[in-house]
């Protein structure tokens, strides 16, 4: 997804610089962030995911059966999607739902594909292949089949949606004039189109993309809290009790365009979990800052770059929202 650096200048002037211990001291919840990292691994091994390739064939049949493992109530969504540039797409959506008798649910969605390709490589022979994915993609799938272990063995007290959604990378971000995007975002539009019931409404819904970066900081998304500021309050305040306010950072960042824009429109209150700046935060500058080394969208985007640390970080914050 591409992002907009409205805001952080003015923001980082304003003394964004405020020093907050690092509380990690190991699990805070039965979420396990080694085997999370450990289930990007097979990901990566499929080759990167994108849609209309084998890998992506075989990536939405892994998850299906991780997660037929996990739960008996999956739910797979299957399209063909026509791009912008008219080509068509098999796709997948897949829903794993836990305690599924639970009229108050809560959604967390995570793309499973990866970008065709490489588009912000420095090296500009690299733009037009694609990339591992291990954080874009692969990271969140792996945060969620971890969820599912913790599901499995305890059912958390409201019912939980996993939607691992299809087609977020694929092409342009730009909107047309109603507001759809006709080159990405494909699984969240059709999901949206499509909801489980008539009358599915989470009590909430929360998007993870990008939550595995060894540097992990994860500014407040603009849009999210523009559009349900309520959620981003119980999340960075959930995050802050459990002594992660170093990593779930308060304060606003930038406008990402992502899977919770689909679902905003639909009326569900679902917001952004993402750490758009992917590698280290040089002093001075904030996410978005194009003068940082920024894995995101290039070939950079590699196993080595993600830690079990930030998907304990992250797993953790999922499980107690939802215990
Ligand atoms: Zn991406």
Redesign the pocket.
Known sequence: ?PFLPLVYAALAAAGGCQQIHDRFGGAKTAFNGDSALAYVKPQLAFGPRVPGTPAHEKEADWIIAQMKQRTDSIIVQSWTQTTASGKKLPMRNIIARFNPAATQRVLYLT?WDT?PTADQDLNLGARAGSFP?AN??AAGVGLFIALGDVFKKTPPSVGVDLLFDDG??WGSFDPDSSGNYPDALFGTQYFADHLPSTDYKPLYGVLF??IADKDLEIYQEGNSVQNAPEVVSKVWQTAADLGYGKYFINQVGDYVTDDQLPLQKKGLRVIDVVDIQYGPLAPGYGPGTLSNPNY??TTQDTFDKISAKSLQIVGDVAVTLVK
């Open positions: 997804m793309h970008r994915g874009d993609g977020e990378d993309d990008m995101h969208h």
